[in-house]
């Protein structure tokens, strides 16, 4: 059985290689490459993929699975050996059930949507990109049916991101929150308004950068292992355990756009590189889950990088370096700020009492798409009505509604849940954070996050893919995915600074 | 027969890709990589490697070579076709010949050579980079056996490189050029020394950068379609017909490195950019030899960057950027400090009049190594008493001398020469050049390089590895590599410079 298993690494450890090269052409078309490589570049990473699929559904890969789990019986069923082989077996199940033709004309659909989608935001024109969009729905569908029997055919695509996730679990977990966060933000709206006129100014972009940079170090992350660069949309990659970098973005009017990006994007990377160096290029080297890896971003972003207690160690610095453009402002007027709940278009810009509502009316789409209650030529006004009815406006045009997601046109439909479910996860664990290190909030007033790294190094992110997501929060607190913390969180915090 | 070319062309195309990936993960890795993500880089390259050997050199491949070679007797044997099967044909019987354990051996050897020669370079202690090199050349004897019979065993190495070469032509060529270029700078020692210490002061970073790219960009280097960084030795890389990017490296104290190391570097750029796009995705996708590639480069830094005519227009422009550096200095004394002759200890650092001598020391060491009339544990000091008989001077240690260049640790034997022929290719180029184009001094002097670019595009560019270098070169001239133009211009240029 040893060698087999370990017949079974040697391979893995090759798919690993091709995925982590993959990367490296995905991140440098994104940050580095010059225009004209865009069609070369495609033509690589389609025989990089071609060539890692190939690896991977073999009938030999499927031979050494069906062996390994006859003669595993004996293992520890937690033990690295027996979780390795389970999960292999979950990604070789998926990836043997979806005919090659089918991914191949996936790739191709997305490949066009991408380019249409693009023009399609520039120009506000949704009809140029419902026939795109119509045609990778359709693929989607297809793909979803090779996963028959299910209960609702979404589960086969919430499974891509969150495995083990049922679609029925998520409507529960929105249903409960949803009514809660409207009502939240409907409160807040009756408040009175708060000011923050003085973020919205010229900030060096070099200073900028530089204050990220030290937050990011502050936090933990370790330069000899990671870099940060520039790119359209901010992003975390992983080329292995040693090298996973972030991208940022910086807006010369808004400093805390590219502040908070890199303290998102670092949550993400410390993750990667928490990872357990024993599981190295196995699968297990992963997330547990799309949504456990929103809640380290969000974790670092938001319970640490909104909170006061950060920002009683940090302001001070903020204000040497932008001692105009903060004169006469104090740590409470900034908080506040920086705390700002405003309904508004952009997801991606959202503040943390309305981020959920954006993921929930997408998911509400998603379902009704896949439903066939809803068609494709219809989304526009759909997209309208939800927002009216959960956030209380109308976008103007598509480009600021319908249009600005790029996830659809790239075929991933079920991966928004995890942004919410994120959310959740990380407030739990801050609860069970709180009560294991009694001092957090005082080192974090310290600026000192060190043993907050230790902890999520030790519970969450050593453990990579090795239990699903449910199994691990359970694990780590006792209680599967809640929401319970997290409307506490918004309540308390909201309370504070609307009164 | 169309449908197995049709059917081979998609397998190269998918090896290309590979090639070009690996040359992605290999630029990142000297240009960005944090430090610590070397071993898992390492891993990949490797993984990329043999997955591109594997597709190459299968049986399928084999067999399709040899229908189509007995299929294509009716092809016109200078069509893309016959060429394409018959520089296919060649790779395939190289990369079979060599048994894949060897290879491994080899990959082995060098990766851990590669590191010893750093720490001994560091360290000046040649002893402990002996036994690697010896290994090294033990694995490349064996590896070069594989293609007996041969008339001598380093015929084989310089295959690699200037494919059809022989070492005798080779030894033909040096010998006839040596003693005139010893002479050379004999002659030049004996006359009155030239000043260039105003070229060694602060130039500031940033702007020696600009002008780099301003020139690179007046060549006709197309930023859409290249980029260029900065890298501890500068380098050109492909990642495709489209993306082709440059590196340098920017001295604060000698401006003429970086500047003329972009002039280098654009010239292999502008070769790589023309090729001709119906050879996209093949073997002929590249050039006609490592000579070849030379001889582009030397020709935009030596011929063009490094004479009159060029600083006719740029020296005011550089002259207004660096006003301070440069006062008091006129185009005649700038021009005689740029070409000043001087024997030095380090290859990449020589002079036009100089650096032929360095690589003829070299080829006289790797002959004697391989036909085993030289032992590497007396390397050192036949190194220093050849820099004594062809420079006059001797390094006062193994850094300044045997342990410089890093070709050696990496199995690169029989590249050398090239860079030597690459100079005489450059000038029976420039020879005909001038025939062709009557004004093209005109042009240069007045910054335009449009009509060089063409020409060289038509001439040079545009076959890419179609024809071995000895043919080309007739096709193009007339004659085949010959040394004469290149010694009547080093004579005539610092005869005039030295008077």
């Known amino acids: 059985m040893e060698n087999k298993l370990d017949h ?7 798919v ?3 995925g982590y090269a993959i990367a490296v052409l995905d991140w440098d078309q994104q940050v580095n490459m010059p225009e004209e490589g865009d069609l070369e570049r495609g033509e690589q990473i389609s025989t990089l993929h071609e060539a890692a699929h190939n690896l991977f559904v073999s009938d030999e890969v499927g031979q050494l ?6 003669d595993s019986s004996g293992l520890e ?13 979950r990604e070789f199940d998926k990836e043997t059930k979806i005919p090659i033709q ?34 990778i729905i359709e693929l989607t569908k297809n793909k979803a049916e090779c996963f028959k029997p299910y209960d609702h055919i ?19 977990i929105f249903s409960d929150i949803r009514p809660q966060q409207v009502a939240l933000i409907k409160n807040i709206k009756e408040s009175n308004p708060i000011d923050d006129s003085f973020l919205k100014v010229n900030f060096e972009k070099s200073k900028q950068w530089q204050f990220g940079v030290d937050v990011a170090k502050a936090f933990g992350l370790d330069w000899k292992k990671s870099r940060q660069d520039v790119s359209a949309h901010p992003f975390t990659t992983s080329f292995g355990q040693k090298d996973v970098r972030i991208t940022t973005n910086i807006n010369e009017n808004l400093p805390t756009s590219a502040l908070f990006s890199t303290m998102h994007e670092t949550g993400h990377a410390l993750y990667e590189l928490g990872f357990n160096p024993l599981h190295r290029r196995t699968p297990l080297s992963n997330a547990a889950s799309f949504a456990f890896h929103e809640s380290q971003s969000r974790l670092w972003e938001n319970l640490v990088g909104r909170s006061k207690f950060f920002w009683n160690h940090f302001f001070p ?10 004169s006469g402002v104090d740590l409470e007027t900034f908080y506040k700020a920086i705390n700002k709940v405003e309904p508004s ?11 959920n509502l954006h993921v929930m009316l997408r998911f509400e789409l998603e379902l009704a798409l896949f439903e066939g209650n809803l068609r494709v030529e219809h989304l526009p006004e759909a997209w309208n009505e939800h927002m009216q009815q959960y956030l209380g406006l109308v976008p103007p045009n598509d480009s600021l509604g319908v249009l600005q997601d790029v996830h659809w046109s790239a075929g991933l439909f079920g991966y928004f849940p995890t942004y919410a479910i994120g959310n959740l996860i990380s407030l739990q664990l801050w609860e069970k954070i709180h009560k294991e290190l009694k001092m957090i909030d005082d080192r974090i007033s310290d600026g000192e996050f060190s043993e907050l790294l230790e902890w999520l190094r030790n519970n969450v992110h050593i453990h990579g893919a090795k239990y699903e997501s449910q199994e691990l929060i359970q694990k780590i607190t006792g209680s599967k995915i809640d929401a319970a913390p997290y409307i506490h969180y918004l309540k308390t915090k909201y309370n504070e600074i609307y009164n």
């Open 16 to 18: 690993s290689d091709f």
């Open 317 to 326: 610095k903020f204000k040497t370096i932008f001692s105009d453009q903060l």
């Open 102 to 135: 089918l991914i191949m004309e996936l790739s191709q659909a997305t490949t066009m949507a991408h380019n249409a989608w693009v023009k399609a935001k520039t120009n506000n024109d949704f009809k140029s990109f419902q026939p795109h969009l119509e045609k």
């Open 77 to 89: 069923p937690d033990s690295d050996e027996a979780r390795l082989i389970k999960v292999t077996k």
């Open 154 to 172: 979404y589960d086969a695509l919430l499974d891509d991101y969150e495995a083990g996730m049922k679609t029925t679990d998520v409507r529960k």
């Open 345 to 355: 278009f952009i997801r991606t810009e959202a503040d943390e009492a309305t981020y």
């Open 8 to 14: 079974l690494k040697q391979i893995l450890g090759k």
């Open 65 to 70: 699975l069906s062996d390994l789990l006859s």
